[in-house]
T-cell receptor
Framework: GQQVMQIPQYQHVQEGEDFTTYCNSS?????IQWYKQRPGGHPVFLIQ?????EVKKQKRLTFQFGEAKKNSSLHITATQTTDVGTYFC????????????FGAGTRLAVHP | NAGVMQNPRHLVRRRGQEARLRCSPM?????VYWYRQLPEEGLKFMVY????????ESGMPKERFSAEFPKEGPSILRIQQVVRGDSAAYFC??????????FGPGTRLTVL
């Protein structure tokens, strides 16, 4: 079945440093979504990427979808303590509905 | 517009008992998804339902687990004869159709 590999598993940064998490698939993806989950919380939708080579920005967050639509990245510029949490990529399978296959997540710790 | 509601938020059961988890989707959302998250892991798809229909239950264990989304009332995820390995966070998500999913706060199930 569809799988998506996400790295790194953990990332510790000093406040103000940048952070990047990557998702990779062996197959071409129709779309990819990104979610953030705070400790003890639930996943919150951040963005969906659909087009080859797509780049979207949300303030300090930059999302990219690879040209071959097999990989994606989330980059946070100048991290803040509010960025703490686990970031998941999720692949939406085609077929008229959006059953999501989640990556294992990258847990981000930000030290003040 | 209230978000996705799940109850109970925490549920403790002894081995062999039944666990019943409820999910009320956002108003206007007819698609409900259940996911399970083990500690320190990503979310795993369990089942996708629309009103009165199970569309995809490929992620649901064949035994002891069942789900329903009746015409009236919340969606129910039922686990019979719980075992310690069932301890996890169970998240429900809803969507209007094939788009971003909105997650509920989850039910944390602990099996003693």
């Amino acid at each position: 079945g569809q799988q998506v590999m996400q790295i790194p598993q953990y990332q510790h940064v000093q406040e103000g440093e940048d952070f990047t998490t990557y998702c990779n698939s062996s197959t071409t993806l129709s779309n990819i979504q990104w979610y953030k989950q705070r400790p003890g919380g639930h996943p919150v939708f951040l963005i969906q990427l659909v087009k080859s080579g797509e780049v979207k920005k949300q303030k300090r967050l930059t999302f990219q979808f690879g040209e071959a639509k097999k990989n994606s990245s989330l980059h946070i510029t100048a991290t803040q303590t509010t960025d703490v949490g686990t970031y998941f990529c999720a692949v939406g399978l085609s077929g008229g509905y959006n059953k999501l296959i989640f990556g294992a997540g990258t847990r981000l710790a930000v030290h003040p | 517009n209230a978000g996705v509601m799940q109850n109970p938020r925490h549920l403790v059961r002894r081995r062999g008992q039944e666990a019943r988890l409820r999910c009320s989707p956002m108003k206007g959302h007819s698609h409900v998804y259940w996911y399970r998250q083990l500690p320190e892991e990503g979310l795993k798809f369990m089942v996708y339902l629309q009103k009165e229909n199970i569309i995809d239950e490929s992620g649901m264990p064949k035994e002891r687990f069942s789900a329903e989304f009746p015409k009236e009332g919340p969606s129910i995820l039922r686990i019979q004869q719980v075992v310690r390995g069932d301890s996890a966070a169970y998240f429900c998500a809803s969507s209007p159709r094939g788009s971003e999913q909105f997650f509920g706060p989850g039910t944390r199930l602990t099996v003693l």
